[in-house]
């Protein structure tokens, strides 16, 4: 089931009714969020979920086994638990992958093998799901929680419809505590949960599914067009991927606060970075914490020497890559990355930016407005290889830009959609979170004494937004990883 | 939780109201829903009967506008009838519907009324499959939860306030009981480019030739009669060149229906006079009723 649509906008409603008609009996009410999830899960493909209960069922055993164990057993059950949880994420997501490789690799070399006839599909959300309850066989190994007895709590954990698909990655020591405390409807929390579901549709719906159509365009045929319309592909794809993605985990957060839970912040206005290291503490920061976590400090992080330090940033951007799908594109440009990264760790500059920027600032200085635009020209590079189907792909798109740039616009336009009404939303953007920078997202009015009145317009206008700026309805990009 | 929803409603309220007025102000326009990019091809497929059918049309705005449903349907002894031609529909579209609408609805006379414009390149963009699914289902008012979408919903019935009230404007959706659109002469205003714009040869599609003989082969595995109208051009725009092109056209076309048992009906035979058109290749009111005489007399001859 997509948030965008009226399936979820009816299921929603109905759930949230039943939800808090339960009153506070925690035990029911995770039944029903299972139940729930079982149904949001199962609107896509319902085989799939069989997933989702094995890998919680294992996850769940294994973990109770592990407390009272030695510590040879505990290692014995974590391993059992890995080779599950990525055993199963490997078939789904990666044999074709290596299927394929592996008969291109012999190609190479005369022999030619015959492709797999198996193509098996991707199971929506299946990196996110696995990655949260592998989180809890982990931080139960290190002793970090202690396993839980509560099936039902664990398994409502592991399906938790608003951030199943595509997270945020939520860690048991944070989230699973959540499902056996008493749940309290709270109005703060449920209208700032509400304003930040309205400004997730409003990048998602007005700034993504806009931004995707010029950008598929863009990227579907880029032979078609002048190295002036592709780096205009680039700057739509960022915003697209930007708006989608963080729309999503900000109406996934602001749903579980309707709920009464609170989900860790996954995108903190990332496209204000100044450097590369500040960009990856912005964005998607479930899943850089969750490498960091699970590892980048096992292998033994900065503490050793440079070389070892320079392998595991090396080791992790890889693993993120790859992590994002089976591709060659997404393994380089997870090493892109580590190449960007490494000159500021090499040097001790990659903390530099921890701060919030422009602090007491009404705008950027030269120097930040310099530092924002490299870091976005760098990532620039990444996104082309992010978005291109292959390598190839990717090269042609980077060598039509520096051979044919001209600056001309010829052959571009897309029926019913203008460019300079999709300005409009992207600035609008832009400019909301910069003056939001130091909140939680662009509609966090906690902090700020605006009158009802106008805060209500604020909705009004966004809805109207939503409704007559909308793009054609396009799947969450991430659903696919 | 009580002042949450309070203040939920209350904001709800004003958006309820807009939409609520919107819907009482438009409630005979209303557009339907968006289930193809054919904004013509969602009012037809609304409004399609629930029921079977003995005589169905389908194709472009030929069939949608040069068919008389009256005259058709008097002369054919009031069969259940529907028109649902639209526009933009080419001959690769009309395959496309073939099968489900002969599934659906079971007539046993089938008409498309076409020129050689409906064999160029598709325009139209749907997934059959969603098609059949709306057009099975027992409440077609259900498609709004599966298509919503508020800004088309809004748009288009703003344009049906003009286009299904006013039979004299090339964007008239002044559908009559049975689906066709009879343009009306009076008052119509003539835009000289259109007036002037005729058939472009060069970019019929030869597939769609071969479309043409499914469907064909179709009708004639279910035993339903197809007749095969060709639409007349304003006679002002047609050369020699032109008639030799037509003419080449229309002989192909008439070989395929013939030979899979169909009727071809060239009604460019026959003289037609400017003062029955609207433009180059569409009748108005007068015309259509001449070209559904012309068709009535070939259904006859069949019988």
Same mark, same amino acid.
């Given at each position: 089931m997509l948030f965008n649509s009226i399936d979820f906008a009816i299921f929603l409603p109905i759930i949230f009714a039943m939800y808090w008609g339960l009153g506070g009996r925690i035990r029911l009410q995770n039944i029903l969020l299972i139940l729930a999830s079982y149904v949001f899960y199962g609107w896509w493909d319902w085989r799939f979920l069989s997933l989702i209960v094995i890998s919680s069922l294992t996850d769940y055993l294994l973990a109770l086994g592990m407390g009272p164990a030695t510590d040879k057993r505990r290692k014995g059950l974590l391993l059992c638990s890995l080779v599950v949880n990525l055993g199963l994420l490997g078939v789904f997501k990666y044999y074709n992958f290596f299927a394929d490789s592996f008969v291109d690799a012999f190609s190479l070399f005369g022999t030619d093998i015959q492709r797999s006839g198996l193509n098996i599909v991707l199971p929506v959300g299946i990196s996110f799901y696995t990655f949260q309850t592998l989180s809890y066989t982990i931080d139960v190994y290190r002793r970090k929680i202690e396993p839980i007895r509560d099936g039902i709590a664990f398994f409502a954990f592991v399906s938790f419809f608003p951030q199943l698909v595509a997270g945020p990655i939520e860690r048991a020591t944070h989230l699973l505590p959540q499902f056996s405390r008493n749940r309290e409807f709270n109005y703060d929390q449920a209208s700032d949960g509400l304003r930040q579901i309205l400004w997730g549709f409003f990048k998602k719906i007005v700034v993504a599914d806009n931004c995707a159509v010029w950008a598929n365009q863009i990227f579907d045929a880029?032979? =078609?067009?002048h190295g002036s319309v592709l780096l205009v592909g680039i700057f739509l794809f960022a915003f697209q991927i930007y708006g989608d993605f963080s729309g999503y985990s900000d109406i996934a957060i602001g749903l579980s606060r309707l709920f009464g839970f609170s989900l860790m912040r996954n995108f903190a206005y990332p496209f204000f970075s100044r450097d590369i290291p500040e960009f990856w503490r912005r964005w998607h920061i479930s899943l850089s914490t969750w490498f960091r976590d699970y590892v980048y400090f096992p292998l033994?992080?900065?503490?050793?020497t440079k070389w070892k330090s320079v392998r595991n940033i090396f080791i992790v951007f890889l693993v993120s890559g790859f992590w994002h799908g089976a591709n060659w594109t997404y393994v380089v440009w997870g090493l892109l990355h580590a190449v960007f990264f490494l000159p500021l760790f090499l040097m001790g500059?990659?903390?530099?930016?921890t701060g919030p920027i422009a602090h007491g600032r009404m705008l950027p200085s030269l120097r930040e407005s310099r530092q924002i635009a490299c870091t976005a020209i760098l990532n620039g590079f990444g996104w082309v290889l992010f978005r291109s189907a292959t390598l190839s792909d990717a090269m042609q798109y980077f060598r039509k830009i520096c051979t044919h740039f001209f600056v001309s616009f010829d052959g571009f336009s897309v029926p019913d959609l203008k460019i300079r009404y999709l300005l409009v939303p992207v600035l609008l953007l832009i400019v909301v979170e910069w003056i939001q920078?130091?909140? =939680?997202?662009?509609?966090?009015?906690?902090n700020l004494s605006i009158p009802r009145p106008a805060r209500w317009c604020v909705y009004y206008a966004i809805i109207g937004l939503l409704i007559f700026m909308g793009g054609r309805s396009q799947d969450f990009i991430y659903f696919q990883f | 939780m009580k002042h949450f929803l309070k203040k939920i409603g209350l904001f709800l309220s004003p958006i309820a109201v807009f939409f609520i007025s919107f819907g009482v102000w438009n409630h005979r326009y209303l557009a339907a829903p968006r289930v193809t990019n054919s904004y013509c091809l969602n009012e037809k497929l609304y409004r399609a009967p629930y029921d079977t059918l003995d005589v169905l049309a389908i194709g472009s705005s030929m069939t949608m506008i040069n068919l008389n449903s009256e005259v058709l349907v008097n002369g054919l002894a009031n069969p259940r009838f529907y028109n649902f031609g639209s526009w933009g529909f080419n001959i690769q579209d009309v395959y496309s519907f073939t099968e489900l609408l002969v599934e659906r609805y079971k007539p046993s006379i089938f008409i498309i009324v076409s020129n050689?414009?409906?064999?160029?390149p598709k325009d139209l963009e749907y997934d059959i499959n969603e098609v059949r699914l709306y057009l099975k289902s027992s409440c077609r008012s259900l498609g709004y939860l599966n298509y919503l979408d508020l800004k088309y919903f809004i748009k288009k019935t703003m344009e049906n306030r003009e286009n299904m009230s006013a039979p004299d404007i090339y964007s008239s959706l002044f559908f009559d009981q049975w689906g066709g659109v009879a343009l009306h002469k009076e008052g119509f205003e003539i835009r000289k480019y259109r007036w002037n714009h005729g058939l472009l040869f060069d970019q019929l599609l030869e597939s769609n030739y071969v479309e043409l003989e499914e469907i064909c082969r179709v009708l004639n595995d279910r035993s339903t009669k197809l007749f095969f109208v060709l639409s007349p051009l304003r006679e002002g725009l047609v050369d020699d060149n032109y008639r030799k092109s037509i003419k080449l056209h229309a002989d192909r076309v008439r070989g395929i229906v013939e030979s899979k048992g169909g009727t071809f009906v060239d009604t460019t035979l026959y003289k037609w006079e400017d003062k029955l058109f609207v433009d180059g290749t569409h009748l108005n009111a007068d015309g259509g009723c001449r070209l559904s005489e012309i068709l009535l007399q070939a259904i006859g001859e069949k019988k």
């Open positions: 880029p032979e =078609q067009y033994g992080g900065s503490s050793g500059n990659h903390r530099t930016h920078r130091d909140g =939680q997202h662009g509609l966090d009015f906690t | 050689a414009v409906d064999f160029r």
